[in-house]
């Protein structure tokens, strides 16, 4: 299901650009990838993705970056079935049952659209599920739950928002423990947890722990992602990205979203599986909350929870009717098929025409022929000329052989990064070419040398019937100088050396 059309569906995020860039720069050491502004997320995600994505290169050299890091998130899904079907016997489910929960999660158009994508949640998930299995582990061994603490510092550090999720866990801990060890158990969970201090000791010893001078600081990253960020809206107000963005998961999947939540609360009155209910109780929550910030992938972490509380209810309802009607032999089978029909009908039903979309529709032909390209003799001097593109290419340009800093620029940094406002004394004119795609062209209202590049570009490439273009950008021979922008100027005086950036004259 994961594999079949990843090429082509769903339609690129920026952030899966982001993070194969930073994949490729922490597995390669070959330069720094284009997001290097600050303390962003925690490191191990992308290491994790570096690990993985050689065997993709490998295996497909022609494909693009985008794909590659796709057919990396193989394994990871895989994994994380496996852990799925774990959870779900540990929390007190059947065989039928806990694969149930794996095959929900397989065919849901939502899960294998996101699930699919190069996001760290998938990490995260697969971590935190691991860490569940450990705490609920029925042999209750020590090392068990000291696996448990070091497993959720490596979700938590492959993706942060997974912290969410504690509360949750400590609830498995505490149930999955022996009530006269329980003190040791908690006390191995916390050691083992430890290891997420490594973090802050990094940025410490760094001497970027705390903001001022001229460097990035861990703690000025967290103050901006849980303050100064701007909000998503209600997801109760019609237009807000957040209820926009929720509308989007109801329509990919609105039996497992809606089935999964109210599963997920009912979970919460149900010896053995609380757990389980405080984790969607909690992840709804963040969603539901005012003005916070609600991202796309968000619903990565949120599918496999749904899915274990929706089946796992479900069986639950079926005992509890078994038991009362004293249903038994040949007729308990019967209902059980009958019951099992009905629900892949329904199903199956509310999701056929999102389930095609996901594995027959091809949103990134542009991408792939812009892909070609890059690699083919449009540009002659690749390792001197200078480009500017979204994300998404951006490692594609890098692999084609154009250098990373000043000469594959990611579109954002035109105006506000100052090193590439150094590098650019005559502003739009020390750009060659640019690669037009349509987060750029959104992008232009904010970004004035962007704007200016995209009126002066005389095109050479069109792909997909225009979704993105190629541009030569023209008239770069008249005078001009550049001014810093107002964002960029106050950063100025902490370069050094603009040939650090771009030593080509």
């Known amino acids: 299901m994961r594999a079949w059309n990843l090429a082509g569906h769903p339609f690129p995020n920026d952030d899966e650009g982001t993070y194969l860039a930073q994949a490729w720069a922490v597995r390669t050491g070959l330069g720094l990838s284009h997001y290097t502004y600050w303390y962003d997320h925690p490191p191990l995600g992308w290491m994790q993705l570096g690990a993985l994505s050689w065997l993709p290169e490998l295996m497909a050299p022609e494909r693009t970056a985008l794909v590659q890091g796709r057919m990396a998130m193989l394994p990871v899904a895989a994994v994380t079935s496996v852990l799925l079907y774990l959870v779900a016997r540990r929390l007190g489910a059947g065989v039928v049952a806990a694969a149930a929960v794996v095959g929900l999660n ?67 801990l505490w149930q999955g423990s022996d009530r006269r060890t329980r003190g040791f158990s908690l006390a191995a969970f916390t050691a083992g947890a430890a290891v997420l201090l490594g973090y802050p000791l990094y940025s410490l010893l760094k001497g970027e722990l705390f903001p001022g001078g001229c460097h990035s600081a861990l703690v000025g990253a967290l103050v901006w992602q849980i303050g100064s ?28 979203v809606i089935g999964g939540i109210v599963a997920g609360f009912a979970a919460l009155a149900l010896r053995g599986v609380r757990p389980l209910g405080t984790a969607v109780a ?41 038991a009362r009607y004293g249903v038994q032999g040949p007729v308990r089978r019967t209902v059980a098929a009958v019951a099992v029909a009905l629900m892949a009908a329904v199903l199956a039903f509310g999701r056929w025409p999102q389930f095609r979309e996901v594995q027959r529709a091809d949103l990134n032909a542009g991408y792939r022929a812009a892909g070609e390209w890059l690699n083919g003799p449009a540009v002659p001097d690749k390792r001197r000329a200078r480009l ?33 406002v150094a590098s650019m004394p005559h502003g739009w004119r020390d750009i060659d070419f640019v690669l037009v795609t349509p987060t750029m062209r959104e992008a232009q209202a904010e970004l004035p040398t962007l704007k200016a590049l995209l009126r002066h570009g005389e095109p050479v490439g069109d792909f997909a019937y225009g979704q993105i273009q190629a541009l030569r950008v023209t008239g770069r021979s008249a005078e001009g100088a550049s001014t810093a922008p107002s964002v960029a100027r106050p950063l100025l005086p902490c370069l050094r050396e603009a040939d650090d950036i771009w030593p080509y004259e």
């Open 388 to 420: 500017v593109t979204d994300d998404v290419l951006w490692l594609d340009a890098v692999r084609a052989g154009f250098t990373p800093g000043a000469g594959v620029i990611w579109h954002y940094k035109l105006d506000k990064d100052p090193a590439i």
């Open 229 to 256: 960020r701007g909000g998503s809206g209600s997801v109760f107000q019609p237009g807000t990205v957040a209820n926009t963005l929720v509308m989007q998961w109801l329509r990919a999947d609105p039996v497992l």
């Open 282 to 322: 909690f992840l709804v929550l963040v969603v539901c909350r005012p003005g916070g910030y609600l991202p796309k992938m968000y619903a990565v972490q949120v599918v496999p929870f749904l899915a274990l509380a929706l089946v796992i209810v479900v069986e639950r309802a079926v005992r509890a009717g078994r």
């Open 106 to 172: 397989a065919v849901s158009p939502l899960a294998i659209a996101l699930q699919r994508q190069v996001y760290l949640d998938s990490f995260a998930v697969m971590w935190f599920l691991a860490s569940l299995a450990l705490a609920l582990s029925p042999k209750r061994n020590l090392w068990a739950h000291c696996a448990c603490g070091v497993s959720f510092a490596v979700a938590v550090l492959s993706k942060e928002t997974i912290a969410v999720l504690l509360p949750a866990l400590v609830w498995a």
